[in-house]
């Protein structure tokens, strides 16, 4: 049982039920992103549900909480209070003019709860407008303003009073604000409704007929507030003074914390007297303290305007997408809807699945709600996933702003080298591959797990084919992409660029030349670098290969024959915090012991059972360490990476890993495990390797790796006629001066051609 499945089945057995949840265990989160529990990494496009605007894991965030837990925590407003004091004034500087007073609570629902309150105080009447597809909250009274049918009628009789009308539709707003109208409460895009913008002709004349005739404009701003449709309230796209604003979600930075602003014809009134409202946790100096410190970020980082930028790229670049899927792109901001002509959650699930974690917004919306710190990068990879999703083309990928080479072949690898892909983000490398690969004649797609696929003939049919697969990913670190003296330099140019681009070369020549009678396929696979390798084993159970060839470096002139294997652990030390001159170890030296006993460990293994080779050797390495104080706990994590020899027992290894963490305290995960693989320099797939590099003049070497590649993947499942061949130094992978040679990447080239000639020509197909 994973930690993410023992998590949910545990939640599972005590929880309300009342949420239709995902499969995700979240336990952590940085940025934009968030990791299950067992260290999958996700890009968060729901923010929980619009709160976490200024991202996850903000070290600003814990320090004032921290901070203040140690002043005071609560402090009901029958008190005064400093900092609430000052988050009072700030809202009223930074909120539409004419909200002059504030009363703050702990949630959305209860802020539209407390303006229906006012609203019907300061006008004596009763009535509420609302709009169709309107969303507001799920107690009584904010239920009872919520359009969607099914969350409400189990729970009539609700608040009497409230009509509902056309959103957008100003005439049926003037036909429902009577004389009973306390309030007309809108959003100014509805957020959960499906992402729909209200028209500025609307928002004024509801504004109008509300000033006419003695009712109040109540505008819900809980979404849409604190910077999400790139104002820092969507009011100010409409130049908009309304009576009562609610907000809530963003504004605690995650933690809960609501506001009804009041304007100037309520406090007027007269009515708003002592007594009439209250809340014990509303206005705590916690929530006022995140609030502050995130009304700081939202300014310093100027993240309105951030949204307001990306938003736009993004609604540009999904409104280019086609797709029968979808029906239109709506937005504001980093509140978007992609509006499908199906129901929206099949395609969430997909998402999910594929490290996006996004919203819907009614049955057939999706609707991208992400941290206002997302990077475009992050962005622009939704978007692909987006589109891989929904059977989507864009707009052709045209990379090439810098001059190509004019031989094809390395323009081909130039142009990839152009476009970023780092694991999880391959998307537009995939559709420009396999845009490639049909220009050269190879039928070619993107398959459901993102990998690039390209075959030499329409449909596998009976026989079994020869596969390439290489990968697309690479590690991150922009190298300049240039080719000077017959060196092409660029991340990715040897791990593993170059040798897929030498794969889809080779064979579209081959088969042009009609060479190629069983099929031969191409695979750029996405996530190698990853420890899921997600792409590799997506096609495991797809084919089941006459002979495969992995595409990582070897040199053009050797062939490597087997990787070790790979065992991750994820570790964490917690501690109260101490004196550092006290008796009790801090985190970093228990991790530190720890990491002590795993090398000693290998270190007396390795005598035992290695003596030099390295790759029969037990390899580990503290692969990252840090460690955080929050002023109460000391925490370090830390992860080891283990390289692990043939025919080791991981078992025995992870069980022995186990005992030491539970000794020492120590919480532990594991991923990416792998057995080492190994073929042989026998088989007929190493044979037509030799005799290919022999007849291009080159003597032939074998190689085993110290590292893993994609073969310790598929190997034990498509058997021992496989080898990974590829041009580049493989010194230079994941370095920064990753650069590989034409003339070597050419004659890779040639290689594998005759090798396919070989073993998918005429000759063997007969066989
Ligand atoms: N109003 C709007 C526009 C919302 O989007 C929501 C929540 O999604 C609410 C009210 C209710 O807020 P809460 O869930 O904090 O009670």
Not at 20 to 28: D, L, N, S, T
Not at 478 to 494: C, F, H, K, S, T
Not at 496 to 513: D, M, N
Not at 554 to 574: F, H, M, N, P
Request: hydrophobic fraction near 40%.
């Amino acid at each position: 049982m994973t930690p993410n499945i023992e998590i949910i089945e545990r939640e599972s057995r005590f929880t309300s039920g009342v949420y239709g949840k995902r499969q995700v265990a979240i336990v952590r989160g940085s940025g934009a992103l968030l990791w299950d529990a067992d260290g999958r990494e996700y890009i968060d496009c729901a923010s929980g549900m619009g709160v976490a605007s200024i991202g996850h894991g903000r070290s600003e965030i814990a320090a004032a909480l921290a901070a203040q837990a140690q002043r005071v925590i609560t402090c009901p407003e029958i008190f005064y209070n400093d900092v609430r004091a000052q988050l009072l004034e700030r809202l009223a500087r930074i909120t539409p003019a004419g909200l002059e007073r504030f009363f703050l609570c702990n949630s959305g629902t209860e802020a539209v709860e407390g303006a229906f309150k006012f609203a019907r105080l300061a006008t004596g009447r009763t009535g509420f407008v609302a709009a169709l597809r309107g969303f507001h909250g799920r107690t009584m009274g904010a239920l009872a303003a919520t359009w969607e049918r099914h969350y409400r009628e189990p729970f009539a009789p609700l608040m009497p009073g409230v009509t509902h009308v056309r959103y957008n539709d100003l005439g049926a707003m003037d036909r429902a604000i009577t004389e009973e109208t306390a309030a007309v409460i809108l959003e100014l895009v509805q957020g959960e409704g499906g992402v729909h913008i209200a028209t500025p002709e609307y928002v004024a004349g509801v504004a109008r007929l509300c000033r006419e005739r003695g009712a109040l404009l109540i505008v819900d701003e809980i979404q849409t507030g604190f910077g999400r449709t790139g104002r820092l309230f969507a009011c100010e796209h409409y130049d908009l003074q309304p009576d009562i604003l609610c907000l809530a979600k963003a504004l605690g930075g995650g933690v809960p914390m609501g506001v009804i602003a009041l304007g100037t014809r309520v406090i007027e009134s007269g009515r708003i007297g002592k007594g009439v409202h209250g809340s014990t946790f509303g206005g705590n100096p916690l929530a006022c303290a995140a609030a502050l410190t995130t009304l700081d970020i939202l300014e310093r980082e100027h993240l309105p305007q951030h949204a307001e930028q990306l938003g736009a790229h993004a609604v540009d670049r999904l409104s280019s997408l086609r797709s029968p899927l979808i029906r239109q792109v709506r937005g504001r901001g980093l509140l978007i809807g992609i509006e499908l002509t199906r129901k929206a959650q099949p395609y969430l699930e997909m998402l999910c699945e594929r490290g996006i974690l996004a919203l819907p917004a009614g049955p057939n919306v999706i609707r991208l709600l992400p941290p206002l710190v997302i990077e475009e990068a992050q962005l622009n990879h939704v978007i692909d996933v987006l589109a891989e999703v929904l059977g989507a083309t864009t707009e052709p990928v045209q990379p090439a702003e810098q001059p190509v080479s004019e031989a094809p072949e390395v323009a081909l690898l130039q142009q990839m080298l152009m476009i970023p892909s780092l694991s999880r983000q391959e998307g537009r490398l995939a559709h420009f591959l396999a845009e490639q690969a049909r220009v050269m004649g190879l039928h070619a797609s993107v398959d459901e797990a993102g990998n690039f696929v390209a075959c030499t003939h329409a449909e596998p049919g009976e026989i079994q084919p020869v596969v390439l697969l290489g990968h697309m990913d690479t590690v991150p670190g922009n190298i300049p992409v240039r080719l000077e003296d017959g060196v092409l330099y660029g991340r990715g140019a040897v791990d593993a660029k170059g040798p897929l681009a030498a794969f889809v070369v080779a064979t579209a020549r081959a088969h042009q030349r009609g060479e190629l009678s069983r099929p031969v396929v191409v695979i750029g696979a996405v996530e190698e670098e990853a420890a899921t390798s997600r792409g590799a084993r997506a096609v495991v159970q797809r084919y089941q290969p006459a002979a495969c060839i992995i595409g990582e470096p070897s040199g053009s002139a050797a062939v490597t024959i087997g990787y070790k294997g790979r065992l991750l652990l994820d570790c964490c030390v917690e501690c109260d915090l101490s004196h550092s001159a006290g008796p009790q170890s801090s985190s970093s030296e228990r991790a530190a012991a720890f990491w002590e006993r795993v090398r000693q460990h290998a270190e007396a293994w390795n005598a035992e059972h290695a003596g030099a080779s390295a790759f029969a050797a037990l390899m580990p390495s503290l692969r990252s360490i840090s460690s955080e104080s929050d002023g109460l706990i000391d925490r370090t994590r830390f992860m080891i990476g283990y390289r692990l020899p043939p025919e080791f027992d991981i078992t025995g290894l992870r069980r022995q890993l186990v005992q030491w963490a539970c000794e020492a305290d120590i919480h532990l995960s594991f991923s990416g495990e792998e057995a080492a693989f190994r073929s042989t320099r026998t088989t007929p797939l190493a044979r037509a390797f030799i005799a290919a590099l022999r007849a291009t003049g080159q003597a032939p070497s074998f190689k085993y790796k110290t590292g893993t590649s994609d073969m310790n993947v598929v190997g034990p499942v498509w058997g021992q006629n496989i080898v990974a061949y590829g041009p580049g130094d493989s010194r230079l992978d994941h370095t920064p001066q990753e650069h590989i040679r034409i003339a070597e990447y050419q004659h890779a080239i040639r290689v594998l051609e005759l090798v396919l000639q070989e073993i998918a020509g005429g000759r063997e197909a007969e066989r």
